[in-house]
């Protein structure tokens, strides 16, 4: 079965980035749990957040996984907490390397 490579991406929304991190930290370690759960299953991704250039954060976050189809990649991402429980803005899109390593080729 073929594969591609999807990258969601995503931003608090304003009433979650209104939230203390306190009131926040039960889903972003749901989160985190999920990932390393995904990860440990077999799925191969990549996941983290960005960062300002004095290392700030506050820019989003970013998911680079594979997934066998745009609609499987839609409905496998609909899980992550940050989702689920409504704290992100957030896209998904096929990511179609043109250059670079073989690593995630």
């Known amino acids: 079965q073929s594969v591609a490579w999807f990258v969601?991406?995503?931003?608090?929304?304003?009433?979650?980035?209104?939230?203390?991190?306190?009131q926040r930290r039960p889903t972003l370690e749901a989160h985190r749990r999920w990932v390393a759960d995904e990860a440990a299953a077999g799925r191969r991704l990549r996941?983290?957040?960005?960062?300002?250039?004095?290392r700030r954060p506050g820019g989003g976050g970013l998911l680079m996984f594979e997934?066998?189809?745009y609609a499987d990649a839609l409905a496998w991402v609909q899980n992550d907490?940050?989702?689920?429980?409504?704290?992100?803005?957030?896209?998904?899109?096929?990511?179609?390397?043109?250059?670079?390593?073989?690593?995630?080729?």
């Open 81 to 105: 907490p940050m989702i689920r429980d409504g704290l992100v803005d957030w896209q998904v899109q096929e990511w179609i390397p043109v250059s670079g390593d073989d690593v995630l080729a």
């Open 47 to 54: 996941s983290g957040y960005l960062v300002d250039g004095d």
């Open 8 to 22: 969601k991406t995503e931003t608090f929304t304003a009433v979650a980035a209104a939230l203390s991190v306190e």
């Open 67 to 69: 997934a066998s189809s």
